[in-house]
Each structure stands twice: as C-alpha cells, then as structure tokens.
C-alpha cells in the first residue's frame, strides 16, 4: 500500500543551522510529494510539492527533490531562522481518477530553531 | 480570498453524543476531503467527497459520516462518541483535477469527556 516513513524528532537547531528532515515512500503509482508545515494551534499549510521524478519543489528557501530511484523526497533548508519552528509533515498522494487522491502522511518532524 | 474555513474551533461532547462539523471550501474549489489528526501524529484520512458522493474513504467507522451540499460546503458527523474520538479534525478542499494540492483550515479541536 501507499505510505510515507519520515525521520522523527524532535530536532533542535541552532539560527542559521543547515537543516534535513528525511523522508521516504511507497506508492503503488506514480505518487505526487509534498510537505507541509504547522504552526502551533494552526491547520496545515502547503510548503512545497513536487509531481514527478526528479522535480525540485522550493518555497521560502526550503527545497525537497523528488527521488524516484532512492523513493525519497528529503526537506532540506540552507539557513533555518527561529520562525521555522513548526511541525512539518511529509505527504504523497496518488491520483484517483479526476480528483486529488487521498493525502499519506508521515508522522511529522517537530523542529526547534533556537537564537 | 476566505481560504479554507470550518467551524466551530473547538468542541467539548460528552461520551456517547453526536457531534456535527462544518466546512466552507476554497473558492473554486469542489472537492472536500476530511481527516483527523490526534496528538503527536499525522493526519489520518476520513473520506472525501466531490460532486455531493463520497469518493473516498479511509479506515474509519461507520460512525463517521458526511454530507457535501450543491455548494460545495461539507459536514462530518460523528455518532456515539468515544474518549479516542478526541483530535483535531483538518477540513481540506482542492479542485476535481490530478496534480492539484489541498488547501486545509485551521481545524475544529475535539474533546470528549
């Protein structure tokens, strides 16, 4: 079946640290990948996507690559500031028909960036 | 742009009541998808709905139920609640077309007691 494992946190950086969050799939079609943010008390928030192999989704200086060899799709950000702190939660979807498929997510990756 | 709005924030039933959410979606949008995240976890998929049917469903109860109006808005309802009911439910719309992405609202924080 269709899933998404993704590292587990909580990870603490430091400002202006450089930042991975891991994430890996299993789809059995051809998935669209995405991550999402959430603030505290907040619903989600889209950051970025990516619909086929090797695109490169970006957003706000976050850039994941959609791997379809190693099946991964890892969040990575050069220089996190303290306003990054949030979960992040890594999806796929696989297309039903004419309408978006159901979103898999992982279990999210709660991050800290300290002054 | 409203974006993604559902009501009400927060709830507080009492084991064994029912309990009805709301959810307007994106304009433009037709297609409203609904999912339940607990605590310290990813959200889990519900079912989801376009052109007033359900087209999706997750592994949930029959307990869990829905309805999608002609325009486009949609409710969750859920019967006989139980204590493992409690969680934020995520109301997401998007567009009836592939490679499209979901909008999500803020939520309607849960609490059975």
């Known amino acids: 079946g269709d899933s998404v494992t993704q590292m587990e946190g909580p990870v603490t950086l430091s400002e202006e640290a450089f930042l991975t969050i891991n994430c890996t799939y299993t789809?059995?079609?051809?998935?669209?990948l995405f991550w999402y943010v959430q603030y505290p008390g907040e619903g989600l928030q889209l950051l970025l996507k990516?619909?086929?192999?090797?695109d490169k989704g970006s957003n706000k200086g976050f850039e994941a690559t959609y791997r379809k060899e190693t099946t991964s799709f890892h969040l990575e950000k050069g220089s996190v500031q303290v306003s990054d702190s949030a979960v992040y939660f890594c999806?796929?979807?696989?297309?039903?028909?004419?309408?978006?498929?159901?979103?898999?997510f992982g279990r999210g990756t709660q991050l800290t960036v300290w002054p | 742009d409203a974006g993604v709005t559902q009501s009400p924030t927060h709830l507080i039933k009492t084991r064994g009541q029912q309990v009805t959410l709301r959810c307007s979606p994106k304009?433009?949008?037709?297609?409203v998808s609904w999912y339940q995240q607990a605590l310290g976890q990813g959200p889990q998929f519900i079912f989801q709905?376009?052109?007033?049917?359900?087209?999706q469903r997750g592994n949930f109860p029959d307990r869990f139920s829905g309805h999608q109006f002609p325009n486009y808005s949609s409710e969750l309802n859920v019967n006989a609640l139980l204590l493992g009911d409690s969680a934020l439910y995520l109301c997401?719309?998007?567009?009836?077309?592939?490679?499209?992405?979901?909008?999500f609202g803020q939520g309607t924080r849960l609490t059975v007691v």
């Open positions: 997401a719309s998007s567009r009836g077309a592939p490679n499209t992405e979901a909008f």
């Open positions: 789809a059995t079609g051809y998935p669209s």
């Open positions: 990516a619909t086929k192999a090797d």
């Open positions: 999806a796929l979807s696989v297309n039903r028909g004419s309408t978006l498929g159901r979103l898999y």
């Open positions: 304009s433009g949008h037709d297609t």
């Open positions: 709905y376009y052109e007033e049917e359900e087209r």
